[in-house]
Every structure is written in C-alpha cells, then in structure tokens.
C-alpha cells in the first residue's frame, strides 16, 4: 500500500504534500543562481514535493529571496505549489542590526512586517500557511491571534500554524482565534522519540490536525553518529530495509515517520536531487508493526515495557 501523495492538514483546510521539501539549507553551499533553484524546484514537483517550507531567518535572512529568484524563473504555475514560511525567531545578524541578541516577537506589527517581508521575497501574493515559528514567552495571545487573522482575512496568508509549541502553548493560540491552527512543526526523528511520550502527537491526534516534522533524520547524525544508538538504530533500519526492499535506511527512516497514525508530514532538508529522489520512495513503503517497534526499541535501547 502507499500513501497518499497529498494530505488535508485539517479536514477541509490546507493540502500539502505528504513530504515537504525544505528550503532552509538553500545557502548551505554557497549561492545557487536562479535558474539552479528553478531546476531545483522542478525536480521537487516532479517528485510530488510540491510543498515547500522556509523561514524569514533561514540562510541569514536570505533564503526567501534566493529562492524567490528562482521561483520566478520556474515555469510552473504558482496555484501548483504551496509556500510555507514562519516567523517570529530574532536573530543577531549583520542582515538585522537592530538586533542586540536573539529574541522571540510575536508582536502584531513584527508578524505583519515579516509576512509581507516573506511575500516580497518569494514573489508571491500570497502564502499557503504561515507558521509561529518558536513559543514566545511575551506572547499576547489576543494579539497575535489578531495579526495573523488580519493577514488570513486580506487574502495575504490561506492558513496559519505553529511550530515547536506544547500542547498547552497551542491551545492558548487557538483559543484566541476564531480560524484554525492547522498544525504544529514539531522536531520527530528514529533519534529523537520524545513526541511519542510528551503529549505532542497525541494531542495532534485528539485535534485532527496533521504535524510537520522537521530534522526527521536526526540532523544528520542518524548516518554521522558513532553513539551507540547511532549504531544500533542503523542496524534495524538496515534490517527493515532489507524486509521491504527500501534498500536505504533513511527511506525507511522516514516511511518509520509516515506509519504513525497522526498523519506525520516530514520536511526533508537535503538539496541533493538523488537524495530527494531516494527519501520520496518512502511513500511506498509501509512497515507493519513489529518493524516499526524494532526501530523504536533500538532507538531507546530496551523493549517496551
């Protein structure tokens, strides 16, 4: 069986990509010129990642606008894709001088400025979701909930959500607001478990809400890491792969993701069109349960209870 290529986030809301492609390491190697984004982004489409996620912050504020240059350069059609950014993270840069030390703002005129900051960016009139990127401990909760409704209602953001937030963090949002948070990005990986446990997913599941899932290989470090979980989570990720025919462990990294039950939304992070290629394989890739509990039990290193 495989999985949907799309998924509503909410019932009725937003529909994204099952796998998001992430633009935050846009910059990592140096500039690309348009027309390498452009290519970039036609093989993202190609593969069925036609959700693509930044952030106001990512590349030192420059990434929107680097992808926006190739944006314009694609020649798809805008309504085939949608843009997700966030915002809210302040960070100390030579880009925002201003800037003394890195902050949270959740402030109206900061979410507003950002937003249309972003649209300017990418080329776009509007955003298809935009995201609280950090819980802000000065949050007024009436007072964001305000701005973003403002930005829903003048057409300029289709949907809003968070990310990185507590249950409790993402009720207090909502209560304010009379549109629905349409997901929490959340930090969920083979090496970083504790979603499972903490109340994140089951409130997901309680909400009917779809979670995007960032670093969903650990950071790199499911295949750098020398840690003996490192080890032992490889070794079952090499087996299960062997059982399914992936023939790649972090394909079956990321099908581990797709196979819980709060419809997960995984952003993949790598600029590698192979990589790409071989992590939207993933989407064919079902594991049954006693492969998925083998992950899970290298991942903490004992049986569950």
């Given at each position: 069986?495989?999985?949907?290529r ?46 693509i ?6 590349g ?10 190739g944006?314009?350069?694609w ?39 950002s ?49 990185n937030?507590?249950?409790?963090q993402f ?30 997913l ?12 960032w ?35 972090s ?55």
């Open positions: 069986m495989a999985y949907a799309q998924i509503e986030l909410v019932a009725g809301g937003p529909v994204v990509s099952r796998l998001v492609f992430g633009a935050w390491r846009l910059l990592d190697d140096g500039r690309p010129t348009p027309e390498d984004v452009a290519r970039l982004i036609g093989t993202a489409v190609d593969l069925g990642l036609t959700s996620d930044h952030a106001d912050i990512y030192n504020y420059e990434v929107e606008e680097a992808f926006g240059a944006l314009a350069r020649g798809g059609r805008r309504e085939d894709i949608q843009l997700i950014s966030k915002c809210d993270i302040m960070l100390k840069s030579a880009n925002r001088p201003a800037n003394r030390l890195k902050f949270y703002d959740t402030s109206a005129a900061h979410i507003t400025a937003a249309e900051r972003s649209l300017k960016n990418l080329g776009t009139d509007y955003l298809d979701l935009l995201l609280i990127h950090r819980p802000d401990p000065l949050m007024d909760a009436e007072e964001t909930a305000a701005a973003l409704e403002k930005l829903v209602t003048a057409g300029k953001v289709r949907a809003i959500g968070v990310s937030f507590t249950p409790s009720d207090l949002l909502a209560s304010r607001l009379t549109i629905p948070l349409v997901t929490n990005q959340i930090e969920h990986s083979v090496l970083e478990t504790s979603a499972l446990t903490d109340g994140r089951d409130h997901a599941q309680r909400l009917r809400y779809a979670p995007m899932i670093s969903p290989l650990g950071g790199g470090s499911l295949f750098a890491g020398d840690g003996n979980r490192e080890h032992r989570v490889r070794a079952a990720l090499t087996q299960v792969a062997a059982e399914t025919g992936a023939n790649d462990i394909t079956v990294a990321i099908a581990w993701l797709l196979r819980h039950p709060a419809r997960l939304v995984p952003v993949l992070g790598t600029m590698k069109p192979t990589r790409l290629a071989t992590l939207a394989r993933a989407l064919d890739v079902e594991l049954d349960r006693q492969q998925w509990f083998s992950v899970l039990e290298a991942s903490e290193g004992r049986a569950v209870p």
